[in-house]
């Protein structure tokens, strides 16, 4: 083998094996909601923050358990829990703890309904007047009661969020709201506009519940844009709560396809990262040896 070829060989061998780590780093998912999806419609930018602030994520109902875990995010949970699943964060409630869960139309009315909360979810549209945007959907939420998770926080954009009813209102909309049964963005002979509730909070089973009706505020196009209010204070705010957890149970932001798992757990895992390193400089140690041999 001239020396040319072996460079040229040498030269695919190295690219190759780059693309490994390469293609592990920007391994990515389209899932809404999920921590993989880079997308307007993921959580990446969340988690990201949520890595570098060095908060827990729970997978499991012995995590949700422990003492380090006061309060809780739900962000977005799935449909068909199972009874387990509720189990747990009863027991979580039961240990005084305090729960956040945030979801507009997916699994949170059966987690709700499990716990056996007073709160509960809205089908309908919720739209206002009372809009950051160009559609009645961008709902502007105003602070009404003062608490720990809305310090410094006066106004909410949401986005198609649902309406809330049951336990204390936390943050509600303005009179100009209502609920768009027919979808059509007008309010019609039959819709009413009033105030609706959007982040409520209840005692129960011996722990604190607080319900937001809107898990979007989390995704990457809101989390991103600065000009959404005192939505990025709000979320300082729950990073910055003492023994925060977020849960990764059952939100929807841990859902993945494909070969998400394996690529996360390579990424994760800088054991297999060095191991695949080594054996590369190894095979092109071994390749170059036998060029030199064989000349």
């Known amino acids: 083998m001239t020396v040319i070829k072996r460079i040229f ?29 880079i997308q307007w419609n993921g959580t990446s930018s969340f988690f990201s923050t949520i890595d570098e602030a ?31 699943d509720i189990t747990a964060y009863r027991e979580y409630l039961a240990h005084g703890h305090s729960l956040v869960i945030a979801d507009d139309f997916g699994g949170g009315t059966e987690l709700l309904t499990g716990l056996g909360s007073s709160i509960a979810l809205l089908e309908e549209n919720l739209s206002s007047v009372d809009m950051e945007y160009a559609t009645p959907t961008s709902v502007i939420a105003y602070r009404i009661v003062d608490h720990p998770l809305l310090a410094n926080v006066s106004t909410i954009v949401l986005n198609r969020p649902a309406a809330l009813v049951g336990g204390e209102p936390f943050m509600m909309t ?76 059952v939100s929807r932001t841990a859902e993945n396809d494909g070969l998400i798992k394996l690529m996360v757990m390579v990424k994760s895992t800088y054991l297999i990262m060095d191991a695949i390193v080594g054996i590369a400089m190894l095979i092109l140690a071994v390749v170059w040896w036998r060029g030199q041999v064989t000349k």
């Open 9 to 37: 060989w040498l030269t695919v061998m190295i690219c190759l094996i780059l693309l490994i780590p390469i293609s592990v780093h920007l391994s990515t998912t389209t899932l809404d909601f999920s921590r993989y999806t």
């Open 54 to 84: 060095h908060i827990p994520v729970v997978e499991t109902s012995d995590q949700i358990l422990s003492d380090s875990c006061n309060l809780l995010l739900v962000i977005a949970p799935k449909r068909n829990l199972t009874v387990a």
């Open 174 to 249: 303005s009179v100009l709201s209502w609920l768009d049964v027919n979808g059509n963005g007008c309010i019609d002979r039959n819709e009413t506009m009033q105030r609706f509730a959007v982040f409520s909070h209840e005692k129960l089973n011996g722990g604190d519940l607080y319900v937001f009706s809107d898990p979007s505020i989390f995704i990457n196009s809101m989390v991103g844009d600065s000009g959404m209010r005192d939505n990025g204070q709000f979320i300082h705010n729950l990073i910055s709560s003492p023994g925060l957890c977020v849960d990764q149970m």
